[in-house]
Each structure stands twice: as C-alpha cells, then as structure tokens.
C-alpha cells in the first residue's frame, strides 16, 4: 500500500473513524438495545465505521491498523463435578483497516481518520496549535458555577 502522507504532514479531516459494536442473536439478528437483556448473545461484530465531524486541520502523528470482524464471547462456568469449564474470548478478524492518526493540537488525543476523509492543507501553519476542546459549552460551566454556590461548605469555605 502507497501511503499518500508522511508524519508531520498538514491535513484537513472531515470524519473520524469509530468502532461499533453490535451484537447478535442465535439467529444472526441484531439485537436492539431494548431487548439485549431478553435475548442471549450469540456473538459481536466489531465494525470500523466513519463519523462526520465539523472539519479541522491537524497534523499526522502515526497510523494504526483497526481490524473488522466477531468478537467471540468465551464460557466462564464452573461445574463442581467436572471443574471449570473455560473458553477464552478472541476476535476472529475478516478486514484489517489503517487508519491516521491526527492531533487537532498538542494536548489533544490522537483522532483515527479513514484514508478517504482527509485531504492536504494547502494552507500555511507555523505551529503546532496548543488548545485543548473543552466538552463543555459556556452554558453549561455557567450553569454549574452557579449550582455549585449551592452547595454546603465548612468553616474553611470546602465543599462538606
């Protein structure tokens, strides 16, 4: 595979790549999360799936290799005649995808990118952004500045 980037390459990501998780039933249905405590679990396909995100520039800082495949749940029984009875779990891959590692900025996790949802910077940066995303909006902080004045204190004004 001829990689199209290089680390320290500038680039635009437009959607972050995320594992999903669904499980199945004795029939090979999907279980909905409704009825996942009902229905016994076959077994979980583990899926590398693309999520779109407002687009932002980063720098490549690494690849990685995330495999599609089942997740294979083991048996953990003990029976007191035979004695235990153990089948640990694995994941029996059918794909294996690379994906890019983008920091945002330098405190910032590493975003995994499909190969297709990131693009060159054309543009100039001289340095690496040092800013961090809060998940918090400014709503939200003032909402619980203000609750937390609420709250009970000691004589030294910390929280009891």
Known sequence: MKNRFKIGDWVVITAKAVANYIDYDENDNPLVYENIFIKK???TKRVIEREQIKPAVGKIVGMAARMNGKYHRGRHNYDPLRGSD???????????????????????KAIEVL????SLWKGE???FPL???SPWSDDLRKAVSENSKTWPRDEKGRWK
């Open 86 to 108: 153990y089948e640990s779990e694995y994941l029996s891959f059918a794909k294996v995808i690379y994906v890019w590692l983008v920091r945002t900025g330098m405190l910032n």
């Open 41 to 43: 679990v076959k077994y």
């Open 131 to 133: 800013k961090y995303m």
């Open 125 to 127: 940066v001289k340095t």
């Open 115 to 118: 190969d297709a949802d990131i």
